[in-house]
């Protein structure tokens, strides 16, 4: 049986509606994830804590069986890892990461997102894998010039000699 034409233009006015609607809203309004005239940098670091080992004594080693004889005593867990950033001379962001894991000795990770105004910046990123240690032992500063729109990552990475922007 055939359907009646005023039911046929009724469904291919709707179609025709949702087709629009959908239309419209996948194009318009316009969606900007960050203003015109600013830069990102994007702060992403994953890393291993170093271990806090230490050295044995002739007697302790005199005590241990001959196969268990390592000269070096490194426990499972890893240390936290402190991190500072500062853009343009002032702090903007400060953070102790903990190691993941049920015995501490998993990887720490960071990521932070920081939105500044397109143009020079100066930064600044220091970073300490042992907090047994005083100081930083990763330190990474320079000059950067910004587009508007534009991505940096600061990334670490101990084969590349530490922290680096890219």
Known sequence: MLKPAAATVGQVILY?????????FATAPTYKQIPDDVALIKLSISHLGDRECRKRDPEELKKLPPNMRAPMDCPRGRSDIKLEVDIDGQPAFQTVMHPTGLYKDGI????????????THQLSVRMNDNLVKPGFNFVKEAEVTLKPAQVMVIDFNPDRGGLFFK
């Open 16 to 24: 025709a509606a949702f087709a629009a609607f959908v239309g419209y």
């Open 108 to 119: 720490s990770t960071v990521y932070k997102r920081f939105e500044v105004k397109a143009g």
